[in-house]
């Protein structure tokens, strides 16, 4: 028997239900997530508000000291490298990806491109992460405001990153994700922060930043380990076999 029609109120938010016949599953692991989302996000675009685009900075500037060689260039257990999977899934979750690499590392450049990022090579690498935010941020001034990922988390749902997003564009100042009371990355910047975050320095990010304003970070619940997985030594990739 049809369904009825439906009928749709001017501005209130739909619920959709996703699934099979017979209330089957049509997700079976994180890559049919994420391409859905892409798929979404394809269509959303032609719709979207441009006065409300938030921007993805990948921080994947680091020379990975601790991990002995090129980290980011790395294979995972699922054979993707590393920075690939990292930016893929933020992809999945903003409306535009920026990616901050060093110079002379021409391999990653062209990895991240074939994903769809706008890679920019910040000169200043070697002074720390928080030069390759701010040129990020610097690289990107029109958004709405920016979600702040570093490209050696590769195992981020992307659904914890649209969550993050959207706490941005209802008019959160910072936004991050939080799993089991610890709060994670990607941390969402408004636009009203610019000239906070283009002034950082230094290797240690956001953090005084945060810092000062902790009364006034949004914490979102996810349900993802993976956004406190950073990899920083050979042996780091021994958890994404336990996500």
């Known amino acids: 028997m049809p369904r009825k029609p439906r009928f749709y109120l001017p501005g209130v938010p739909v619920h959709i239900v996703q699934r099979g016949n017979n209330r089957d599953p049509i997700f079976f692991d994180e890559s049919d997530y994420t391409t859905y989302l892409g798929w979404l996000k394809k269509k959303h675009k032609k719709g979207s508000d441009p006065l409300k685009e938030v921007v993805g900075v990948l921080l994947a500037a680091g020379s990975g000291r601790r991990f ?41 450049v062209e990895c991240l491109k074939a994903e769809g990022a706008v890679v920019e090579v910040c000169l200043a690498a070697d002074q720390g992460m928080g030069a390759s935010l701010a040129f990020g941020v610097g690289a990107s001034a029109s958004a709405f405001g920016w979600l702040i990922a570093l490209a050696d988390m590769p195992s981020i749902a992307p659904t914890s990153i649209v969550q993050v997003a959207n706490a941005l564009r209802t008019g959160e100042l910072i936004a991050a994700p939080s799993y089991q009371g610890r709060r994670g990355h990607p941390v969402g910047f408004s636009s009203d922060l610019y000239r906070d975050l283009i002034s950082l320095s230094g290797d240690i990010g956001a953090k005084s930043l945060l810092q000062s304003k902790k009364d006034q970070v949004y914490l979102v619940k996810c349900n993802d380990p993976g956004i406190l997985m950073d990899i920083d030594q050979p042996d780091d990739l021994k958890l994404l076999n336990h996500k």
């Open 68 to 108: 002995g060689s090129d980290k980011l260039l790395h294979a995972l257990p699922n054979g993707e490298l590393m920075a690939v999977q990292a930016c893929r899934n933020l992809l999945a979750g903003v409306d535009k990806v920026l990616a901050v690499v060093r110079p002379g590392n021409e391999v990653l």
